[in-house]
């Protein structure tokens, strides 16, 4: 099996244990940078508490709710038009 997207992962991450992992592993490079803006002796109490959010967000976001990149893109178009109105 090849390499999943984020996406794919995060549906599996549902059921699957495996899944959930691998997306800890995926974010880890991001959760080392972020605490290096930690007091060091806070680091480890900081990277579990952030992995466990990262495991809640995971099982508890709707994949079905997300918006697709053209629905995205409308969107922000009618904004953009919206706030032109505004300032007119």
């Known amino acids: 099996m090849g ?7 995060a549906k599996r991450a549902k059921k699957e244990e495996i899944a959930r992992e691998q997306i800890l592993e995926l974010f880890q490079p991001k959760i080392k940078k972020t605490l290096l803006q930690t007091a060091p002796h806070h680091r480890e109490d900081v990277e579990q508490e952030l992995s466990i959010k990262l495991l809640n967000v995971i099982t508890m976001y709707d994949l079905d709710s997300a918006v697709g990149f053209w629905e995205f893109h409308e969107m922000t178009q009618k904004r953009k038009k919206d706030a032109k109105r505004v300032v007119e």
């Open 3 to 9: 390499q999943l997207n984020l996406y794919e992962l």
